[in-house]
């Protein structure tokens, strides 16, 4: 058995983003001002974001060129070893073939440097001196203090309170790098006062610590607010993942039959099945493609599609999507990275035109897939890609009872080297399954906002 590692050169590598909203049947519903229901245009969004990206955010160019400093500084990990996994596949007898693009190879060890270098980029371009951001596993604050520093600027970061607590190296690094971290709910902000005020054990959520630091950016013009999912441009600068990966399953002549992504607000998924679903809407291939979020927090496959706010206080657009309630709080699951109420408004209209599919998964079962993983592969995953392992697992052992060789590509979207409290509890047989319960749902999508029609 040989170890198929594909590489791309650096001259290789992508030079743009893909943006799918170019190739698309249908544009997605317009995000609207909160207060006049109205689409939003630049004006509203200027106080967050440096207009670069509020034009990537609305663009139906099929393509973004990268900028040279960008690229520079991508180069420091990119392009990303391409897998397959050929011990795994062993492991379970499969005749499938699984390929994972491992994006834990960055300085921040996940994909989300993918876009906090370029966020970082083109916000010091606009003169802005300060970031401000929130994080629940602490993947993305700690890309973010990373690409800061790349570029001269402050960065604060508010960290959903369960994960601070679970684990307490990202504090660390993220201060190595050079930013500044609090547990969210804050009493630094009215928005974290007041869920204290309700409840002072709260665990937080990522739609708190949203609106923790988009009230602190909100007061001053020489900060600005970062998110490192959800939004229109922060998938396109994702997209260097599967464009890499069309690059290297052609120099080994596969092509994927089954694309497989965990998903939390939606940027690892889109970064690495957009440049397919590309493909697959100009018919040159046809895979089908798999979203995979928590059991805990189920927003594709059991919240509801419409309006609502991305963050708990309700001082963001409002954004139609697949959303629980921006008053939903997940129970406190190892993957952190996941526990967001809504899911991207570009991936809901996605799955709404039925182009992608959607399965929600358990803790353990995750856990049990990123432990099998680590024994034949080698690598320890984030508790969030152990999801979308989970589902590739599904998948092959499935090929096994029907002899189908099926071409499966993931996402590897970061390791869990900082996790290993999580995986102490899964081996220790501490770690519990979570749930969202009928009634907890119907309470959760209660206070959505009331849109006419």
């Not at 040989?2 to 743009?16: A, G, H, N």
């Not at 069309?246 to 440049?275: E, H, M, R, Y």
Request: hydrophobic share 40%; aromatic share 8%; glycine share 10%.
């Amino acid at each position: 058995m040989t170890t198929t590692k594909v590489l791309l050169d650096e001259s290789e590598m992508p030079t743009r983003w893909y943006n799918l909203l170019a190739d698309l049947p249908s544009p997605p519903p317009p995000v609207l001002h909160p207060g006049t229901l109205q689409p939003v245009g630049p004006a509203d969004l200027a106080p967050l974001f440096p207009m670069a990206l509020i034009e990537q955010e609305v663009t139906t160019e099929r393509y973004i060129p990268i900028p040279d400093d960008v690229m520079d500084v991508y180069r420091l990990w990119r392009p990303s070893p391409l897998y397959r996994a050929h011990r795994l596949e062993r492991a379970l007898g499969t005749p499938a073939r699984i390929y994972y693009k491992y994006e834990g190879v960055s300085p921040a060890g996940s994909h989300k440097p993918n876009t906090a270098v370029p966020q970082a980029y083109y916000n010091a371009a606009a003169g802005i001196r300060r970031l401000t951001t929130e994080t629940g596993a602490g993947q993305w604050g700690t890309a973010l203090a990373f690409a800061g520093g790349q570029f001269g600027l402050d960065v604060e970061i508010w960290q959903v309170r369960a994960s601070y607590d679970q684990k307490p190296y990202r504090k660390i690094m993220i201060e190595t790098f050079g930013g500044t971290i609090h547990p969210s709910p804050s009493t630094l902000t009215a928005a974290g006062r007041a869920v204290l005020e309700q409840d002072p054990a709260s665990p937080g959520s990522l739609g708190i610590a949203i609106s923790e630091a988009v009230e602190v950016a909100a007061q001053s013009p020489d900060t600005n607010y970062a998110l490192g999912s959800v939004l229109n441009h922060v998938l396109l600068h994702q997209t260097i993942i599967g464009e890499e990966a069309l690059l290297q399953l052609a120099k080994v002549g596969d092509a994927p039959d089954v694309i497989v992504g965990c998903t939390g607000g939606g940027s690892n998924f889109a970064g690495l099945a957009f440049p397919f679903l590309r493909e697959k809407l100009a018919g040159r291939m046809s895979p089908t493609i798999r979203a995979v979020e928590p059991a805990a927090c189920p927003s594709l496959t059991r919240g509801v599609y419409a309006y609502d706010f991305g963050d708990t206080a309700g001082m963001t657009p409002l954004m139609k999507m697949h959303t629980l309630g921006h008053d939903f709080i997940p129970d406190p699951i190892h993957a952190g990275g996941l526990r967001y109420h809504g899911m991207s408004p570009l991936i809901s209209h996605v799955y709404e035109l039925g182009l992608i599919e959607a399965v929600a998964k358990s803790q353990r079962e995750c856990f049990e897939a990123g432990v099998r993983f680590a024994r034949t592969e080698g690598i320890i995953p984030a508790p969030e890609p152990t999801h979308a392992l989970a589902a590739c697992i599904e998948e092959a052992l499935r090929c096994k009872e029907t002899g189908e060789e099926k071409v499966i590509l993931t996402a590897l979207c970061g390791h869990g080297h900082l996790d290993l409290a999580a995986y102490g509890a899964y081996l220790s047989g501490e770690l519990q399954d979570h749930a969202l319960s009928d009634e907890a749902m119907s309470s959760a999508v209660a206070s959505l906002p009331r849109i006419p029609a």
